[in-house]
T-cell receptor, first 113, second 113 residues
Framework: NAGVTQTPKFRVLKTGQSMTLLCAQDMNHEYMYWYRQDPGMGLRLIHYSVGEGTTAKGEVPDGYNVSRLKKQNFLLGLESAAPSQTSVYFC????????????FGQGTRLTVV | GQQVMQIPQYQHVQEGEDFTTYCNSSTTLSNIQWYKQRPGGHPVFLIQLVKSGEVKKQKRLTFQFGEAKKNSSLHITATQTTDVGTYFCAGPSRGGGYQKVTFGTGTKLQVIP
């Protein structure tokens, strides 16, 4: 049982480049989230999804886009990377709603130079 | 929007000393969850509290949910080096028509052997 899997684990981008982070869960969870973690800032919600085909903005959505075409996958896209997007990105999922335990992926460490 | 603050932001303790972190929400929570993130790792669910005034224990860890359901605390008795990490509280919040999980700012615990 893999749980929540994020790819890639590490990436270095040049300013202006684009990339997609993939989150996959095999637990049939409805809710999925993308967070970024910066020193002293805790976990800040970027975008989330309450089910296949449905996404919503979190507290720091600017510069990111997401898609949930399949229930098990939640993609986070950076169209034009900026140094301010250097961070550790975590994907998480809940079975039904935020009132249940959240399972996290291992994280993606992204550096934009 | 809802804000969840934790204090202190950092705490250094001598091994064997007690440790407490406090979580305060700007709004009433239906429930609160606690997570632990080891250095270099991802957040892992510890426990969920639902009832006003609820107290739960896990070995040396004691979790409390305030009577007004706006605050919570995590107390560790006789810390060990294995307790090192960042502790987050989290609660459901509503925005954009959907519920989502809002994480606190976290308390980073360092245990000095």
């Amino acid at each position: 049982n893999a749980g929540v899997t994020q790819t890639p684990k590490f990436r270095v981008l040049k300013t202006g480049q684009s990339m997609t982070l993939l989150c996959a869960q095999d637990m049939n969870h409805e809710y999925m989230y993308w967070y970024r973690q910066d020193p002293g800032m805790g976990l800040r919600l970027i975008h989330y999804s309450v089910g296949e085909g449905t996404t919503a903005k979190g507290e720091v959505p600017d510069g990111y886009n997401v898609s949930r075409l399949k229930k098990q996958n939640f993609l986070l896209g950076l169209e034009s990377a900026a140094p301010s997007q250097t961070s550790v990105y975590f994907c998480a999922s809940n079975l039904r709603d935020p009132n249940t335990e959240a399972f996290f992926g291992q994280g993606t460490r992204l550096t934009v130079v | 929007g809802q804000q969840v603050m934790q204090i202190p932001q950092y705490q250094h303790v001598q091994e064997g000393e007690d440790f407490t972190t406090y979580c305060n929400s700007s709004t009433t929570l239906s429930n609160i969850q606690w997570y632990k993130q080891r250095p270099g790792g991802h957040p892992v669910f510890l426990i969920q509290l639902v009832k006003s005034g609820e107290v739960k224990k896990q070995k040396r860890l004691t979790f409390q949910f305030g009577e007004a359901k706006k605050n919570s605390s995590l107390h560790i008795t006789a810390t060990q080096t294995t307790d090192v990490g960042t502790y987050f509280c989290a609660g459901p919040s509503r925005g954009g028509g959907y519920q989502k999980v809002t994480f606190g700012t976290g308390t980073k615990l360092q245990v000095i052997p």
